[in-house]
């Protein structure tokens, strides 16, 4: 569950962000504030070209906003600039980011594709390795780690690349559109274990989705349009208005159901 009498690992006060100048100004997101505490997965919603992905970005320290603010684990990372000299270290230490697909370097083998993160990070060759079939593992995928990303199906690929988003235990996870390749039953166990995560690690997760069937997920709902937030929607409003049979009590099925669920209908190709 998600704990809000603690600080956010997120928080985005007044931010903005616009692309071009002049007539050609994009206003990409306009005075954003939002709060993601620890253990909170949370959707951010909105049309196509609302700034799902721009407000993603400059969470991730990807982008540089316009204006505003943005703490990152307790910590002021960008207050109308940047206040960390190394954005890069910043990004290892702290965020995890899913991409819609699972954009695997081809030429690395499942394991290799995650340990690459921990190399990076500064960790040894031979501790990368271990923390990388670890983790591999705890997604059930750890027999595939020496399959090359175009062996494996899409939700193994997938599941690779959200170990390789989770190797360096970040507090942040963003995630864009994470299920769109999945169909809805895997994208429910993707979902089951983000959340899963977001206790383990008193993680802060936002996920970007267009997915209706999988919003009762959520402990929160941005929604964006035209680059502004429109009002936040509560899990529990949520499950009232449109999803009585989900409650208010999320049941995270242990990581193993959750996996499990994914090895018994794998097959190859695409999801
Ligand atoms: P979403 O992810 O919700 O579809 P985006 O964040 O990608 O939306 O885009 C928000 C707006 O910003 C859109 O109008 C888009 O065209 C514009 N935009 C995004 N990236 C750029 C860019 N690099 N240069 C110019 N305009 C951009
Ligand atoms: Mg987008």
Redesign the pocket.
């Known amino acids: 569950m998600a704990d809000i009498s603690k600080p956010p690992v997120v928080r985005v006060e007044h931010l903005s962000?616009y692309?071009?100048q002049g007539a050609a100004r994009?206003?990409?997101?306009i005075d954003i504030n939002m709060d993601v505490y620890p253990g909170q997965v949370v959707g951010l919603m909105?049309?196509?070209?609302?700034?799902?992905?721009?407000?993603?970005?400059c969470i991730a320290c990807i982008?540089e906003p316009s204006s505003g603010r943005i703490t990152l684990d307790g910590e002021v990372v960008y207050d109308e600039h940047w206040l960390k000299s190394d954005l890069r270290r910043l990004r290892l230490d702290k965020i995890g980011f899913i991409f819609q697909y699972p954009n695997l370097l081809p030429f690395l083998d499942g394991s290799d594709n995650v340990a690459l993160v921990l190399d990076l990070a500064g960790y040894s060759s031979a501790a990368a390795r271990g923390r990388a079939v670890e983790l591999l593992d705890y997604l059930e995928v750890g027999h595939r780690k020496h399959a090359f990303p175009r062996q494996l199906s899409g939700g193994e690929a997938q599941r690779v690349a959200i170990a390789r988003a989770l190797a360096n235990k970040p507090r942040i996870i963003l995630a864009?559109e994470p299920t769109a390749p999945l169909d809805s039953a895997r994208a429910r166990i993707v979902m089951n274990l983000l959340r899963q995560i977001a206790v383990d690690q008193s993680a802060a997760i936002i996920v970007?989705t267009h997915d209706e069937m999988i919003l009762d997920q959520f402990d929160h709902i941005f929604r964006?349009r035209d680059?502004r937030l429109e009002g936040e929607v509560a899990a529990s409003e949520l499950s009232r208005s449109k999803l009585p049979s989900v409650g208010t009590v999320v049941v995270t099925p242990k990581i193993s159901n959750v996996t499990a669920g994914v090895e018994a209908g794998s097959t190859h190709g695409t999801e």
Not at 26 to 29: E, G, T
């Open positions: 962000k692309f071009g994009v206003n990409a997101l909105g049309p196509s070209g609302s700034g799902k992905t721009t407000l993603l970005h982008l864009d970007v964006l680059g």
